[in-house]
């Protein structure tokens, strides 16, 4: 069964904290992002991933970076938290768009993250 | 203008009655199509993708209408257990567009 994790569901972390967030997926998929979600304003698109080694901004990826090692594996990494960082984080993978069909992407459980 | 645009609703039906979500996108080049479904406090899922032809999965109808740029989702007989928030994403590319999501809410 395809699977995406996320290393932590709730996390709370100090304004200036540097912050980690892992994400892996067992589908050997190349795609993987990473987006935030708010109330009113859906899901926005932080930064994502095409292939080991390559990134690409999405559309809000300011004090944000990533960092992708290993295929399996999308780190979401916050600098120095700010409290306009509280949200709820979700991590997704995907086949490549050039795919027909099934490419839809597959989403973790997310983490709640509170920045105070 | 956005990439996709969705009504946010709040929808309330009663059990057994048929609802309807429509979306729209801007972007004419877009290949993939899906509607997902959101619970409180979980992460989307996959409800259904949305064909050219249009394709049904039980009480589930997607639609897709390439020249006017709307996709639309019907649900008929709806039952208390499809209460939730569904979301149209679009994939004209690399990236994948979300609506904000419209909210359902069946009622006994």
């Known amino acids: 069964d395809v699977k995406v994790t996320q290393s932590s569901r709730y996390l709370v972390k100090r304004t200036g904290e540097k912050v980690f967030l892992e994400c892996v997926q067992d589908m050997d998929h190349e795609n993987m992002f990473w987006y935030r979600q708010d109330p009113g304003l859906g899901l926005r698109l932080i930064y994502f991933?095409?292939?080991?080694?390559?990134?690409e901004k999405g559309d809000i990826p300011e004090g944000y970076s990533v960092s992708r090692e290993k295929k399996e594996r999308f780190s979401l990494i916050l600098e120095s938290a700010s409290t306009n960082q509280t949200s709820m984080y979700l991590c997704a993978s995907s086949l490549p768009t050039g795919v027909a069909v099934g490419n839809e992407q597959f989403f973790g459980p997310g983490t709640r993250l509170t920045v105070l | 203008r956005k990439e996709v645009e969705q009504d946010p609703g709040p929808f309330n039906v009663p059990e057994g009655a048929t609802v309807a979500f429509n979306c729209t996108y801007s972007n004419s080049a877009s290949q993939s199509f899906f509607w997902y479904r959101q619970d409180c406090r979980k992460e989307p899922k996959l409800l259904m993708s949305?064909?050219?032809s249009g394709n049904e999965d039980g009480r589930f109808t997607a639609q897709l209408n390439r020249a006017s740029q709307y996709i639309s989702l019907l649900i008929r007989d709806s039952k208390l257990s499809d209460s939730a928030t569904y979301l149209c994403?679009?994939?004209?590319?690399?990236?994948?567009?979300f609506g904000t999501g419209t909210s359902l809410t069946v009622i006994p």
């Open positions: 994403v679009v994939n004209p590319g690399n990236q994948f567009y």
């Open positions: 991933s095409y292939d080991v080694k390559m990134k």
């Open positions: 949305v064909y050219s």
